[in-house]
């Protein structure tokens, strides 16, 4: 998986319970994402990140919020957890002009 | 709207017949086109990309996809299946985020499951 690590792979949370997902990298992109995956939609991007301190919104952002305080991690956050959140989220990197992106091993997450 | 089609959502081949996983897409501009594989409880494993040039493009594990421009298709192929190639697949177009080129979203189709049987 590229040198990308996800922590946790499984967590189940109640309704209204906050968590965070790490996504740490040991190879130096500048481009991180956070995908979710749902059964027959692909994946779609949640936020995203150009560089360290910086992020910004993708397609489906409403009840994340992100931080990249230091380049090697990506960190998605659920303030307040519902289960329309129950999904697989992926993180990637790179994906620069014509670079390829990488993706995590996954952390599956299920609201009760 | 930038967007990717896998009209099919599975697709059964016998182990050693060719396959054929379909993928359509919708861009304005020129594509950047990715295919990646998912097996069980695992992430995605990138395949192959296009970007410009040869419209065959070839990738891991004997898989090759067609680019056709005039039919806005980006089919998978592999000449033999394998039974190990069972797996879900997924076609992705590149979105840019922003003007400067920093940064780029994948589009993704909704997947394509490929059973091979011995």
């Known amino acids: 998986n590229a040198g990308v690590t996800q922590t946790p792979k499984f967590r189940v949370l109640k309704t209204g319970q906050s968590m965070t997902l790490l996504c740490a990298q040991d190879m130096n992109h500048e481009y991180m994402y956070w995908y979710r995956q749902d059964p027959g939609m692909g994946l779609r991007l949640i936020h995203y990140?150009?560089?360290?301190?910086?992020?910004a919104k993708g397609e489906v952002p409403d009840g994340y919020n992100v931080s990249r305080l230091k380049k090697q991690n990506f960190l998605l956050g659920l303030e307040s957890a519902a289960p329309s959140q129950t999904s697989v989220y992926f993180c990637?990197?790179?994906?620069?002009?014509?670079?390829?992106?990488?993706f995590g091993p996954g952390t599956r997450l299920l609201v009760l | 709207a930038q967007s990717v089609a896998q009209p099919e959502d599975q697709v059964n081949v016998a182990e050693g017949n060719p396959l054929t996983v379909k993928c359509t897409y919708s861009?304005?501009?020129?594509?950047?086109l990715f295919w990646y594989v998912q097996y069980p409880n695992r992430g995605l494993q990138f395949l192959l990309k296009?970007?410009?040039?040869?419209?065959l493009v070839k990738g891991s594990y004997g898989f090759e996809a067609e680019f056709n421009k005039s039919q806005t298709s980006f089919h998978l192929k592999k000449p033999s299946a394998l039974v190990s190639d069972s797996a879900l697949y997924f076609c992705?177009?590149?979105?840019?985020?922003?003007?400067?080129?920093?940064?780029?979203?994948?589009?993704f189709g909704g997947g394509t499951r490929l059973m091979v049987k011995p």
């Open positions: 990637a990197l790179g994906g620069g002009d014509r670079e390829t992106q990488y």
């Open positions: 861009v304005s501009g020129n594509p950047y």
């Open positions: 990140s150009v560089g360290e301190g910086t992020t």
């Open positions: 296009y970007i410009t040039g040869d419209n």
């Open positions: 992705a177009v590149r979105v840019r985020l922003l003007s400067n080129n920093a940064g780029n979203m994948l589009t």
